[in-house]
């Protein structure tokens, strides 16, 4: 019923920075891998403290550069308004169109931010919707083969991990291109109010989740996945190699 995938993986953050937060080293590995990878945000982060949304867009595009992409974009969904509304369900769904990725990268449902718990049901919907060929938008409808939540902040047990050891330092680096959000030299360049992530411990928590992840399996770093559905494994023997089992001596 569907054609040909256009793009192998594409990532949804509410703003700029959540994306290279929360999956940058697995985005990263995929592009290393001949991947075509893409990352659009809901928003172009306006309500945000520090910096402006002009701004953020620059570090965007650097960050996007960092990891790989093919494609970068930010959507013009407001800021703390992210909802299931219709016309915010149709722009997803003609990027989804558009980009015909093979597997998406979104929100999980439980977090602090309010358009990241809306960020989630929003994606989820507009992956349904973009597979409806009534759902009209002058283009040919696309079913994503898998959506995949991402989580950074509360405990959420994973099902699975990818180790991004490899990818790390790369992740890091997309992550303080957002000068103006995260601890830096010339941050007092972008306003002089402390936020939670301004704060030079911050960067620390995302390289302390990241060695929490990478424990689960036995790496230096990893990052977790949540799926809704069962994981269907075609041959367990071939998927699970001598590195699959890791006890801590
Ligand atoms: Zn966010």
Redesign the pocket.
């Known amino acids: 019923m569907f054609g040909k995938p256009n793009f192998d993986a594409l990532a949804f953050?509410?703003?700029p920075?959540?994306v290279e937060i929360c999956c940058g080293g697995t985005l990263a590995k995929l592009a290393d891998s001949g991947y075509k990878t893409a990352i659009v945000t809901l928003t172009s982060a306006e309500l945000g403290t520090r910096g402006d949304s002009e701004t953020r867009g620059r570090e965007f595009a650097e960050a996007a550069r960092i990891l790989g992409t093919s494609y970068h974009k930010m959507l013009d969904i407001p800021d703390g308004g992210v909802s299931c509304a219709e016309a915010y369900r149709l722009k997803v769904v003609r990027e989804i169109r558009e980009l015909r990725p093979r597997i998406i990268f979104s929100h999980h449902w439980e977090s602090r931010?309010p358009?990241?718990h809306h960020a989630c049901r929003l994606v989820q919907e507009a992956v349904f919707f973009a597979g409806l060929p009534r759902i009209d938008t002058g283009q040919e409808p696309w079913r994503p083969y898998k959506l995949i939540f991402y989580f950074n902040r509360f405990e959420t047990e994973p099902d699975f991990v990818v180790d991004i050891s490899a990818t790390f330092e790369r992740k890091m680096q997309a992550v303080r291109a957002y000068r103006s959000q995260f601890h830096g030299e010339d941050m007092d360049k972008y306003g002089d109010r402390e936020t939670a992530i301004s704060h030079p411990g911050f960067l620390d928590h995302i390289e302390v989740r990241g060695r929490q992840y990478g424990i689960y399996i036995g790496k230096q770093y990893a990052e977790p996945f949540v799926v809704r559905e069962a994981l269907e494994i075609e041959d367990p023997v071939a998927l699970f190699g001598p590195s699959s089992y890791y006890s801590v001596p």
């Open positions: 953050g509410a703003h920075d959540d931010h358009d990241h």
